[in-house]
């Protein structure tokens, strides 16, 4: 089993920044890659990237390349997402999951955050 919490909720305006953070905890981390989802109101979820923890490898959906990071911290068990530049289209629940590639079937999924972003 593998415990993920996010944490980061938060009401911005349009331009500024927020970050993300996923705890993990469980099985041996090393073998999973960690993917960012996000529901918007009355949308599916969708991707929004992705990160290996061995190796760190990532992949971002179009709409946030350039503006959205993400990153792992091995020794804290932490996976971020530093968003920039958010804009009202942003706004979503985040959620966290964990599965066996990027981008791919996920095994583990976190609660989720709301990110609210006012224009």
């Known amino acids: 089993q593998v415990q993920l919490v996010e944490s980061g909720v938060g009401l911005v305006q349009a331009g500024d920044s927020l970050r993300l953070s996923c705890a993990a905890s469980?099985?041996?981390?090393?073998?999973?890659?960690m993917d960012w989802f996000r529901q918007a109101p009355g949308q599916e979820r969708e991707f929004v990237a992705g990160?290996?923890?061995?190796?760190?490898?990532?992949a971002y959906t179009d709409s946030v390349k350039g503006r959205f990071t993400i990153s792992r911290d091995s020794a804290e068990n932490t996976v971020y997402l530093q968003m920039n530049s958010l804009n009202p289209e942003d706004t979503a629940v985040y959620y966290c999951a964990a599965g066996s590639r990027v981008y791919g079937a996920m095994n583990y999924w976190g609660k989720g955050t709301l990110v609210t972003v006012s224009s």
């Open positions: 990160i290996y923890w061995s190796g760190g490898g990532t």
């Open positions: 469980g099985r041996t981390l090393s073998r999973y890659a």
